[in-house]
Every structure is written in structure tokens, then in C-alpha cells.
């Protein structure tokens, strides 16, 4: 399956992964490529949705030490009316439906032990919330902001 992508904007992309203030200028310098080119392939990917320029917040340097992913399980009737309630918390940074055992996965950064406890409390107290799972993330390994899809996605690149 083409998806219009070649290596060129693979390579773009993990430069902009490594730095997204990147110019467009040091990007070229670095691939051997017309600062152009990069701006205009740049822009196409943008403007396709294939990236989003973003901000990446790091958690840590806003005391936030702790993550916890949590596995949510919910009446099923009352779905939707949870998972609103679960984005609207501020210390949700991630919530997905998912399937198997559990409704709902989120995580949430919180800056102690005794605020996970808390939390799990408020949680608790959501009407149609039936269970929770808690897990304690000590260590991201890969942040989901850091893949990018194999090189077998993306054509050969030709230079023109």
C-alpha cells in the first residue's frame, strides 16, 4: 500500500522527532537536500495530517513524578458519559475505549504515591466506573510521540 511517503520524509521526520525546532535550513544541511525541498515536504505532511506540530510537555519538570496507568471497568450503558467524565480530570493525560477485561485506559501523571491513592478514591466516585486496575509506570521506555511507522511505509527516495 503507497501512502505517498518516501525515505526522504522518514528522515525528515525523525530529524523534526529529535528536534522540532529544527529549521528547515539545518534539516537540508543534514540530508543533502535543498532547504526547500525539506520546507515543502514539510508543509505537505502537515497539511495531510501525516504530523502535527506540537508541543510535548514533560511532566517531571512540573512535579508530576508519578505515572500510573489505570484500566477502567465501566457499565457498559454509561460508557461515553465516563470517558467524558475521565478527560475532563486534569491528571488524565491519555484515555482510549479498549477492549478485552477492561472499557477504558488512561494514564495519569500525579506527584506522589499518596495522590495516586487519592485519584484511584475520585475514580471511585464517578457514577458508572465498576472497577479499576492500577498500574505504576517507574520508567518510560518510548513515548508514543517518538514512533514512526516502519521503513517499509515509505517509498524509495529519488532525488529529482
Given at each position: 500500500?503507497?501512502?505517498?511517503?518516501?525515505?526522504?520524509d522518514?528522515?525528515?521526520?525523525?530529524?523534526l522527532q529529535?528536534?522540532?525546532?529544527?529549521?528547515?535550513?539545518?534539516?537540508a544541511?543534514?540530508?543533502g537536500?535543498?532547504?526547500?525541498?525539506?520546507?515543502?515536504r514539510?508543509?505537505?505532511?502537515?497539511?495531510?495530517?501525516?504530523?502535527?506540530?506540537?508541543?510535548?510537555?514533560?511532566?517531571?519538570?512540573?512535579g508530576?513524578?508519578?505515572?500510573?496507568?489505570?484500566?477502567?471497568?465501566?457499565?457498559?450503558?454509561?460508557?461515553?458519559?465516563?470517558?467524558?467524565?475521565l478527560?475532563?480530570l486534569?491528571?488524565v493525560?491519555?484515555?482510549?475505549?479498549?477492549?478485552?477485561?477492561?472499557?477504558?485506559?488512561?494514564?495519569?501523571?500525579l506527584?506522589?504515591s499518596?495522590?495516586?491513592?487519592?485519584?484511584?478514591q475520585?475514580?471511585?466516585s464517578?457514577?458508572?466506573?465498576?472497577?479499576?486496575?492500577?498500574?505504576?509506570?517507574?520508567?518510560i521506555?518510548?513515548?508514543?510521540?517518538?514512533?514512526?511507522?516502519?521503513?517499509?511505509?515509505?517509498e524509495?527516495?529519488?532525488?529529482r
Amino acid at each position: 500500500m503507497t501512502r505517498g511517503f518516501d525515505s526522504l520524509d522518514r528522515r525528515i521526520i525523525r530529524l523534526l522527532q529529535g528536534n522540532g525546532r529544527a529549521t528547515s535550513a539545518e534539516i537540508a544541511r543534514q540530508l543533502g537536500v535543498s532547504e526547500r525541498t525539506v520546507r515543502n515536504r514539510v508543509n505537505r505532511m502537515v497539511a495531510r495530517g501525516a504530523i502535527l506540530p506540537t508541543v510535548v510537555v514533560n511532566h517531571r519538570h512540573f512535579g508530576y513524578q508519578m505515572a500510573v496507568d489505570i484500566f477502567c471497568e465501566v457499565d457498559i450503558t454509561r460508557m461515553d458519559e465516563v470517558g467524558e467524565a475521565l478527560a475532563r480530570l486534569p491528571e488524565v493525560n491519555y484515555i482510549a475505549y479498549s477492549t478485552g477485561d477492561q472499557d477504558l485506559s488512561i494514564q495519569a501523571l500525579l506527584e506522589s504515591s499518596d495522590d495516586v491513592y487519592k485519584f484511584v478514591q475520585k475514580l471511585a466516585s464517578i457514577p458508572g466506573v465498576r472497577r479499576t486496575r492500577t498500574v505504576l509506570v517507574p520508567r518510560i521506555l518510548k513515548h508514543t510521540f517518538e514512533w514512526i511507522p516502519p521503513e517499509t511505509d515509505f517509498e524509495e527516495y529519488e532525488a529529482r
